[in-house]
Each structure stands twice: as C-alpha cells, then as structure tokens.
C-alpha cells in the first residue's frame, strides 16, 4: 500500500503473524483466537509448529496455560530460538494467579524468559476444580500442599488456597488488546524515495 508522506512515498508491508497455544480447558485457545482475528495471523496449537514455518513468518506469538508456574509448551517451542533472533516474539501465559508485579516476576524468573529477547505479557484466566480431570485434580492437590506448608508463601499465593471452593472467571481484555496493539505498532514500514 501506498501514502504520500510529504516529499516521500511510505510503503506498509502487512506484516506476517504466527500465532501458537497451548491450551487445555480453552482460555488460552480463546485469547490467542482475539489475537489472531484481529491481527489477521494463521492460527496452530503448537503441537503442530514445524521449524521450517520460522522463515514464512515476521512475528510469531506464543500463548501457553501455567501450571506450577511454567507455561505448558514454552520450553519445546524456546527450543527453536536460535533460528528465530530476527523475528518479534511475543508470549502470552494464561493461568489463575493474580497479575502483581510479584506474579509476573516469578513467572520470568520461572521460565527463566530473562535469557531471551522477547516480549512477554501475563493473562489471567479461568479456573474450575470441579471441571478439572482426576489427575488434573491430584496435581492441583499437591500444589496446593505446597503453598500451605509453605511459611514464605505470598498473600497471593495464600489466597489460591480457597481456589477449590471459588472458581474463577477471568477475561483479561485490557491485557490481550495491549498485545493486539503492540502487534499492530509492529507492522514494519519502510519510507522510499518519491519517483517523479
Ligand atoms: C494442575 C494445575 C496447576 C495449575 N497451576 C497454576 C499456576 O501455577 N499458576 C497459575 O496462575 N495458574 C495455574 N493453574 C490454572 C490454569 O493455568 C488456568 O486455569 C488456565 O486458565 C488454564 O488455561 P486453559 O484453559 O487454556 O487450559 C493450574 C491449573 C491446573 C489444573
């Protein structure tokens, strides 16, 4: 597309955008759908990424479910990060926790995201124990134990022990039009010389 811009001509190239989720109750599924649609991205589980699929894409956002604070996928998809320094990569975790500074600094330190070059955004979503599967139920249970035996867990993390008996329902939409709109700031733009 072309816009005169003073003595200048601007050419807007629409930018290329992969999004990936992992996703097991549907919140992650949900907000990488609003992503997707508004950025006009394909759209994968990550189960399906290939690494050949890098080089077809500007910008690749990744969106995962937390489970003992590590992002579900993260680590499989990281893997790829050495053939993907020249792309913009965003990602997203969905989980039950509050976002504080506190929550979202674990997470980093977590998933150790420091070691990247990447923008990284928390999400919260929700959460139902009596939905959850048996095995889902048993490894809750556990972390559960663990905060309550825990004499240095946070007031945030001491708040998730009434999570069994209230269930939490959370769209974060403020957070997932901060990534919709930093995905469209990104859109790459290169000014040319006017040809008369
Ligand atoms: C076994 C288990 C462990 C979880 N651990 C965390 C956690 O450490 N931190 C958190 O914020 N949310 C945690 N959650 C909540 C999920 O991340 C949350 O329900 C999320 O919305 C699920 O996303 P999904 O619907 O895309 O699968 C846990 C959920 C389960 C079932």
């Keep these: 597309m072309f816009r005169a811009l003073g003595e200048r001509l601007c050419y807007s190239f629409a930018m290329r ?3 990936l989720y992992v996703s097991k109750t549907g919140n992650t599924l949900k907000y990488a759908e609003e992503i997707a649609h508004a950025v006009h991205a394909d759209l994968l589980p990550a189960r399906k990424f290939k690494p050949k699929m890098i080089a ?3 910008t690749i956002v990744f969106g995962g479910w937390v489970m003992g604070n590590q992002i579900r996928g993260l680590d499989k998809f990281l893997v790829h990060y050495p053939q993907m320094k020249e792309k913009n990569i965003l990602i997203f975790s969905c989980g039950m926790s509050m976002v504080t ?3 979202r600094a674990d997470m980093i330190s977590s998933n150790i995201l420091d070691l990247y070059h990447v923008r990284y955004y928390q999400l919260r979503g929700s959460f139902d124990y009596q939905k959850l599967g048996p095995i889902q139920k048993l490894l809750m249970n556990n972390s559960l134990r ?3 035996n825990d004499p240095n867990a946070s007031a945030e ?3 998730l022990l009434a999570i069994k008996d209230t269930p939490i329902h959370y769209y974060d939409t403020e957070g997932v039009n901060k990534i919709i709109s930093v995905l469209h700031r990104l859109e790459t733009v290169v ?5 008369k």
């Excluded at 000014?191 to 040809?195: A, G, L």
């Design 56 to 58: 077809e894409y500007d």
């Design 17 to 19: 955008t992969l999004v």
């Design 191 to 195: 000014e040319v010389e006017e040809v």
């Design 101 to 103: 500074q506190q929550t």
């Design 146 to 148: 663990l905060v309550a």
């Design 157 to 159: 993390q001491q708040a």
